[in-house]
Structure formats: C-alpha cells, structure tokens
C-alpha cells in the first residue's frame, strides 16, 4: 500500500489502537513507554509496526515514525483519532489529483463525550503561512520523499513532554513552508477526533502564556511585540490573568526561549522581578 499511518502513542502493551481507530492501511504506532523495542506483524492484511522506545516528547516520538517508513505518503495521527471509512484510498486519490502538492491537510470531525461538537471543513486551496497555523497534525498527510528532501522535522521542543507546552505542529508547517514545501487544504473528512481530554493542556494560566511566548519567539521572531498583542486579545476572556500581565508573561517567555530556560526557571513576576512562587503545572 502506498499509505502508511504514522500514529504517536504512549504506554501500549497490545494492539487494541489498530481496532479502536479503525486502522485499514499500514501503520507504524510509535510508542513512548518503558522500553525499547520493535514489533512488526501482518493484521487484516496490513504491516502493523510498533516502535517502542523510553524516548521522551511528541516531536521525537513523530519523527522516529517517518524515518522508520518507506510508504510514498505518510498520514500523521494521534491515538484519539478514529477514521472513517475509505480514508486511505481517499487520501492517496487526493495527492494523485493534486500532483503539486507536497502536504494536505483533511476535513475532521471533532467529539466530545461521543457526540459531534464541530465539523472542521475545508476547501481545496492552497494554504500560506497566514492560513494555515490552526492545523494539527492528526488531519496532515505528506509525500515523505518531499519531507526528506527538504529535511524537516518536527521540534523536540515543543508538544506533550517536551519543555514548552504545545506549539510542534504548527511550527512544522512553518518549516515546510520555509523550504519551499506546497501546501494544501482538501475537503475530505478523514475521521472523528476526540476532545474529551488532552495529555498537555491544563488551563489558561501563567505557564501556558510563558509556553506561547517561546513559540513565537521560534515562530515569528521579529514580530513578537504584533503577537503578543494578538494573543492577548485572543485569550482574554479565558482567564484571570490581566492582559498586560499575559504580554509580561509572553515576554518572558521569548526571552526565556534564547536559552532554552523552562517556565520553573524563567517565571520571573513581571511587576516585581522576583520569583512568583506559584505552583503551576509543568
């Protein structure tokens, strides 16, 4: 088959996933846990490979995914996701009608408590970097020859277990972009994604806006004053934290980001310039 999933994954001891997301293509399940392994075996008529390392961090659990594959065409996945059907020969028909395109990103629908809370659709377009910033990488599928041409990777940075928050996938489509990689929108549903918890997000408090604040300073270095205004405005009727405050907060984190310093490092109180003391989530 010229698909392969790539799916990141934690802790699994079973190949329940193949089943519960409705895997009918290749897969590669790259799995952080406690040890380091390689599984490959025939189900359904699929290769299904398992990759467990004691590797940390969502970026590097991907990129170990596609350099394990040798599938034409890569569909990065998490593990909430559950396809529907048809969606392997529908993704490979997109890029055999979009021969210019090097990434896609697909239609989705997001659940909550098994009901539909969203229906994400898409036109076919091509997307630029002021439009495509709001894609994950559960609805992206790539050329991996383009991908390896271009040597990208997704940061080992950002995302679940790494030191800033979230951030990863966004930051890989930039990137790509940078390198000249074309990118497109497609209209086809690829599946449901589940919203009913998240392994990284845990409130609009003075961590997450540190985390924002080392994003755009690997994303958008010259314009972080334009972003931090932006995020501002964006997030204020989400938390307590007064807008000047989540700007202060960014702030730190920009400059917090030049040397790789965490938020238990960096979180300096913008008004006194000492320690805030403050447990937060890490």
Same mark, same amino acid.
């Given at each position: 088959?010229?698909?392969?999933?790539?799916?990141?994954?934690?802790?699994?001891?079973?190949?329940?996933?193949?089943?519960?997301?409705? =895997? %009918?293509?290749?897969?590669?399940?790259?799995?952080?846990?406690?040890?380091?392994?390689?599984?490959?075996?025939?189900?359904?008529?699929?290769? &299904?490979?398992?990759?467990?390392?004691?590797?940390?961090?969502?970026?590097?659990?991907?990129?170990?995914?596609?350099?394990?594959?040798?599938? !034409?065409?890569?569909?990065?996945?998490?593990?909430?996701?559950?396809?529907?059907?048809? @969606?392997?020969?529908? &993704?490979?028909?997109?890029?055999?009608?979009?021969?210019?395109?090097?990434?896609? &990103?697909? $239609?989705?629908?997001?659940?909550?408590?098994?009901?539909?809370?969203?229906?994400?659709?898409?036109?076919? %377009?091509?997307?630029?970097?002021?439009?495509?910033?709001?894609?994950?990488?559960?609805?992206?599928?790539?050329?991996?020859? $383009?991908?390896?041409?271009?040597?990208?990777?997704?940061?080992?940075?950002?995302?679940?277990?790494? =030191?800033?928050?979230?951030? !990863?996938?966004?930051?890989?489509?930039?990137?790509?972009?940078?390198?000249?990689?074309?990118? *497109? $929108?497609? $209209?086809?549903?690829?599946?449901?994604?589940?919203?009913?918890?998240?392994?990284?997000?845990?409130? *609009?408090?003075?961590?997450?806006? @540190?985390?924002?604040?080392?994003? =755009?300073?690997?994303?958008?270095?010259?314009?972080?004053?334009?972003? %931090?205004? *932006?995020?501002?405005?964006?997030? %204020?009727?989400?938390?307590?934290?007064?807008?000047?405050?989540?700007?202060?907060?960014?702030?730190?984190?920009?400059?917090?980001?030049?040397?790789?310093?965490?938020?238990? !490092?960096?979180?300096?109180?913008?008004?006194?310039?000492?320690?805030?003391?403050?447990?937060?989530? &890490?």
């Amino acid at each position: 088959m010229r698909l392969s999933v790539l799916c990141a994954t934690m802790d699994q001891n079973d190949l329940s996933k193949f089943k519960t997301m409705h =895997i %009918r293509s290749d897969v590669i399940f790259a799995n952080q846990c406690d040890r380091n392994e390689t599984v490959s075996i025939s189900l359904e008529g699929h290769k &299904v490979t398992v990759l467990s390392t004691s590797t940390r961090g969502v970026g590097l659990n991907r990129n170990l995914a596609l350099l394990a594959s040798n599938a !034409e065409i890569v569909l990065f996945a998490d593990d909430d996701m559950t396809y529907y059907d048809g @969606y392997a020969e529908a &993704v490979v028909r997109a890029f055999d009608e979009l021969p210019e395109a090097d990434l896609l &990103v697909f $239609s989705v629908d997001l659940v909550k408590n098994g009901q539909i809370i969203e229906k994400r659709r898409n036109t076919v %377009r091509k997307l630029h970097t002021w439009n495509s910033l709001k894609y994950g990488a559960c609805v992206l599928a790539a050329r991996r020859a $383009s991908l390896l041409r271009a040597r990208v990777s997704f940061s080992h940075l950002f995302g679940g277990g790494c =030191i800033y928050g979230s951030g !990863e996938d966004s930051l890989f489509l930039l990137d790509c972009l940078h390198k000249g990689l074309r990118l *497109y $929108s497609h $209209s086809f549903v690829l599946g449901a994604c589940s919203k009913d918890s998240s392994s990284w997000f845990t409130g *609009y408090h003075e961590k997450f806006f @540190y985390d924002k604040g080392a994003w =755009i300073a690997a994303a958008f270095p010259r314009t972080g004053a334009l972003f %931090r205004l *932006y995020f501002s405005y964006r997030y %204020r009727g989400k938390t307590d934290i007064p807008m000047r405050e989540m700007r202060c907060l960014m702030r730190r984190g920009q400059k917090g980001y030049q040397t790789l310093l965490p938020w238990s !490092e960096g979180c300096v109180n913008c008004e006194t310039g000492t320690d805030s003391g403050k447990q937060l989530p &890490v």
